[in-house]
């Protein structure tokens, strides 16, 4: 339409309000309420997803929307409008079943949340209530908070504090900055991440992959100058200092080496082109390998990560679905644990509640 209008030049007359407002209107509304019913006439084939997201407004008004998700398709089921009201577990589980009666029960397999600590008692006591459904927290928020604690620790946090002195020194000024850029190759050293947490790291990565240019910023006769005539000084050679320090760099070298494998992660169980149940324990797995043999303090790292997994992300369903994955079956990579055993029974028991066709599925699958 628009090509149409700018191939006929000025003078034009557009539709008035009432037009757009009215028989146009009402034909996106047709063509929309006809594409999301072959959505829904998917949903007893497939099972859907319901997926609970909390948020707060400009204005401080705290939402709640809920998303139904199935066969690669999201669409937007209703939006609830907090204020005023105490979001306790069992408000949440209200407004879970709610939505799970106008969708189907039948239609419904899985219900995911983010991990606070009242959506986590609301969808424990949503799976009493409904034998058959899986209540499983958001795994790229848990993953964030497993960031943001390690970001906590007093080394990593010394770190990352340094690394934002140099970036916040040489962006706060359009000079060191455009110096900055002479000697990266016109790259910049921050970089967007996916969260907050995610965007330190990744930051601190960036710096680490500059060092060296960096190091001759701090020494070259450019920046000498600027030393010279800048009300900054102090604050210059201070920076200088820190950007000269090797042992600033071994420790940011480190703390890279940790939590690369962890952002890795994150990115993986974020994106929206594929489901990512069925390799978030693989990938959990593959990260703490590539930290123990990368870091000398290891440890320290997986017990930040093993709080947080075993607390708050890891169900049983994502063992079972580690288990059904055909990839990872047939890469010859899979490691039946007790762990994963355990899970995959606790899924068919579920999913199955005959007792004569649990045990059937299990010998089917297990032995």
């Not at 948020?55 to 939006?79: A, G, L, V």
């Not at 455009?178 to 960036?206: C, H, Q, V, W």
């Not at 200088?240 to 080496?257: N, P, Q, V």
């Not at 952002?263 to 978030?280: E, R």
């Amino acid at each position: 339409m628009i090509n149409t209008i700018a191939s006929v030049g000025p003078g034009v007359q557009g539709p008035p309000g009432r037009q757009i407002g009215g028989i146009f209107l009402q034909e996106e509304v047709e063509d929309i309420t006809a594409y999301l019913n072959t959505l829904k006439q998917k949903w007893p084939k497939y099972g859907c997803t319901i997926m609970c997201d909390g948020w707060s407004t400009r204005n401080k008004h705290p939402i709640i929307n809920f998303m139904i998700y199935c066969d690669r398709s999201m669409i937007f089921h209703s939006s609830v409008d907090c204020t005023n009201k105490r979001k306790t577990s069992d408000f949440i589980l209200s407004l879970m079943n709610k939505v799970i009666d106008e969708v189907g029960e039948e239609n419904v397999v899985h219900v995911v949340t983010d991990s606070e600590s009242a959506n986590k008692a609301a969808g424990q006591k949503l799976m009493i209530e409904r034998p058959h459904l899986f209540w499983s927290p958001c795994a790229a928020h848990c993953i964030d908070l497993m960031l943001e604690d390690i970001g906590k620790m007093t080394k990593v946090k010394r770190c990352i504090d340094k690394a934002k002195q140099i970036t916040g020194f040489i962006y706060n000024s359009d000079k060191v900055v455009n110096l900055m850029k002479t000697y990266t190759n016109d790259r910049e050293l921050l970089r967007p991440g996916i969260t907050r947490f995610a965007t330190e790291f990744i930051s601190l990565e960036s710096l680490v992959r500059y060092s060296q240019d960096l190091k001759r910023l701090c020494t070259s006769v450019e920046w000498q100058e600027y030393n010279n005539t800048s009300k900054r000084r102090k604050d210059a050679e201070k920076i200088a200092s820190l950007i000269l320090d090797s042992r600033f760099w071994k420790t940011a070298r480190e703390i890279c080496a940790a939590m690369e494998p962890l952002v890795k992660v994150l990115k993986l169980v974020d994106q929206d082109n594929k489901p990512t149940l069925s390799i978030i324990y693989e990938a959990m797995d593959r990260a703490k390998m590539s930290i123990k043999e990368s870091v000398k303090d290891w440890q320290l790292y997986w017990d930040v990560i093993d709080e947080r997994w075993y607390n708050q992300l890891h169900q049983h369903l994502h063992a079972a679905a580690y288990f059904l994955n055909p990839m990872l079956q047939y890469s010859g990579t899979c490691v039946y644990t007790d762990e994963v055993r355990r899970g995959l029974k606790a899924v068919i028991k579920r999913i199955e509640p005959d007792l004569n066709a649990q045990a059937s599925t299990m010998n089917e699958v297990l032995y």
